[in-house]
């Protein structure tokens, strides 16, 4: 089968549907794009615009209705709508609006989160009851342990559902702190803790790739995406050419995310990226759309799958 590589990459976000399409695909599959409140998405870009080393130009500063036009327009047919306690109290809000979207835009995978706190799996099995299909966490801004006691009740709940967690388990460029709840041991605690749960490792694990990918190597259910990762041009996060070939052999695990639309670049350069795994044309579906389709099952709707 011809290598994807030999293929003519999008140089520009018009040409990344009519790429997709020419590799039999309906559409792509993004597992990591993010939806907050509006005041808090604001707060969120704020954070960003003070960024000086690189700076992070935020390039889709849009509405949200806007935002899921681009995303149609992109050729993207399921996306997650991620957002994150980044403080006790916030997940249940957070999970009102993301799951609201959900309920009014087909293309929305139903998203929630939750925070290491004390009511957190009463909020976690609403969030299920209303449709949850994926998960969200971030250990770094959210300063927890993925094993806190307090959500000992909360991940046999995911894995009972068959849910996956997108879990932000690095610590990285523009979060100060947070890093001590961060790594892969503490993937490792979490899975030796709660063997039935799937988690998506977000960003391959940067900075610490190695160390993530030497993970995902030992625990056959552990997924990784490929967020800011391996962009073209690279942009703060590039994942480290020595390892590519080992990443190609899971291929079969890696799912597509863009971070959208948060980031500093315009998004076919997350999909020119993928270029660097060098994968055939089969390959390169899994991972823009088969994998992550497979995973989530019925909360992509048939003709999306």
Request: charged letters at 20%; proline letters at 9%; aromatic letters at 8%.
């Amino acid at each position: 089968m011809t290598a994807a590589r030999s293929r003519d990459w999008p140089t520009s976000d018009a040409e990344v549907a009519p790429f997709v399409r020419s590799l039999g695909l309906p559409g792509i599959v993004d597992i990591h794009v993010h939806s907050l409140p509006p005041r808090l998405q604001e707060a969120v870009w704020a954070y960003f615009d003070r960024l000086e080393d690189p700076p992070w130009p935020i390039t889709y500063r849009d509405d949200e209705p806007t935002r899921l036009a681009t995303l149609t327009d992109l050729g993207v047919i399921a996306h997650t709508a991620l957002a994150y306690g980044h403080k006790p109290g916030v997940a249940a809000w957070c999970n009102d609006h993301t799951l609201a979207l959900a309920d009014t835009n087909p293309q929305v995978i139903p998203t929630f989160t939750f925070h290491a706190e004390d009511g957190a799996e009463d909020y976690v099995a609403e969030a299920i009851a209303r449709g949850g299909r994926i998960a969200k966490v971030h250990l770094q801004v959210g300063r927890f342990h993925a094993t806190d006691p307090r959500l000992d009740e909360v991940w046999p709940q995911l894995a009972a559902a068959g849910i996956p967690a997108v879990v932000h388990a690095s610590a990285v460029y523009g979060v100060d702190g947070g890093s001590d709840y961060c790594g892969p041991d503490a993937i490792r605690a979490l899975l030796d803790r709660h063997p039935g749960v799937t988690v998506i490792v977000a960003h391959l694990g940067m900075p610490d790739a190695a160390g993530f990918l030497a993970l995902a190597e030992a625990e056959p259910t552990l997924r990784l995406d490929v967020t800011m990762t391996m962009t073209d041009p690279p942009y703060g996060m590039d994942f480290p050419t020595s390892l590519l070939p080992r990443l190609a052999a899971i291929h079969d695990r890696v799912l597509f995310g863009s971070d959208f639309p948060s980031i500093p670049h315009e998004y076919h350069a997350q999909v020119r990226g993928l270029a660097a795994m060098d994968l055939d044309d089969a390959g390169l579906r899994r991972v823009l759309h088969g994998n992550a389709a497979a995973l989530l099952g019925d909360a992509i709707p048939a003709d999306r799958r």
